[in-house]
């Protein structure tokens, strides 16, 4: 029988969401909680990759066990094993061709910006001090609906078959005076894409590059020619749609 386990977590303290030597991360931290509660190792297999650092509004991934499971009963005992930074918000049996990666049609992140000091959101949002054109930013976001290959925004080296995506949303959207975000939603993404992004908007936002650099960034599919990776701790997995 296949399950499908819905969670969030703050990524902060962990090197991304899979196992890692060298480091404690996500999916290790839920498959001990699993394996412990459950009697037999247990093998979680998550809708994606999230970096060091960032974070999980919505994270899903799937198990297989071989008996019927009380699906609140194991979110209870597992939100009182899995640490203070890790919530489970259910647990539920799905088809057993359902598959928490490949069967998901769209991921959603946003990427959170401020621009006046604030300690309650140093460890959630990316402080910024230099004026932003966002007007500018969002001209330039709409033009990744006009492509499906990334290779710019991929991170060097990354072991992808291919680089192509499907980009249904990329708009900034202000929520105060001094806070923003940008949401952007796909089929998929490539490792370290969304910051990358971010990064070369933002150097249109600060008048660094034009809107038709930003498109011959895109065209050129040379992650040396796109900004700079913005940093991870201001980054969610907001959504995931199946």
Not at 39 to 58: K, P
Not at 77 to 88: E, F, H, M, Q, S
Not at 165 to 180: G, K, N, V
Request: aromatic fraction near 12%; hydrophobic fraction near 40%; proline fraction near 2%.
């Amino acid at each position: 029988m296949r399950y499908f386990v819905t969670f969030s977590y703050d990524g902060s303290r962990y090197h991304g969401w899979q196992i890692q030597p060298n480091g404690d991360s996500v999916q290790a931290q839920l498959q001990r909680a699993l394996s412990l509660l459950l009697r037999s190792e247990i093998i979680v297999t998550g809708a994606g990759r999230t970096d060091a650092g960032v974070h999980a509004r919505m994270m899903v991934a799937h198990f297989d066990f071989d008996a019927e499971i009380d699906g609140r009963q194991l979110t209870y005992k597992l939100n009182k094993l899995l640490p203070y930074d890790i919530a489970v918000s259910g647990v539920e049996q799905v088809a057993d061709d359902l598959h928490a990666r490949f069967s998901a049609t769209s991921r959603m992140y946003r990427y959170y910006l401020h621009t006046e000091k604030n300690p309650f959101l140093c460890r959630t949002s990316c402080e910024l001090h230099y004026p932003l054109d966002f007007s500018e930013m969002n001209k330039a976001a709409k033009l990744l609906f006009e492509y499906e290959d990334f290779g710019a925004f991929c991170k060097a080296h990354a072991d992808v078959k291919t680089t192509i995506c499907h980009i249904t949303t990329a708009e900034w959207h202000q929520t105060s005076p001094a806070t923003w975000y940008f949401e952007i939603r796909a089929n998929r993404f490539l490792r370290n894409m969304v910051r990358a992004v971010v990064g070369t908007l933002v150097d249109v936002g600060r008048g660094r590059i034009t809107i038709d650099d930003f498109r011959k960034i895109v065209e050129g599919k040379k992650r040396t020619e796109a900004g700079e990776s913005m940093p991870a701790h201001a980054l969610f997995l907001e959504d995931i749609t199946y």
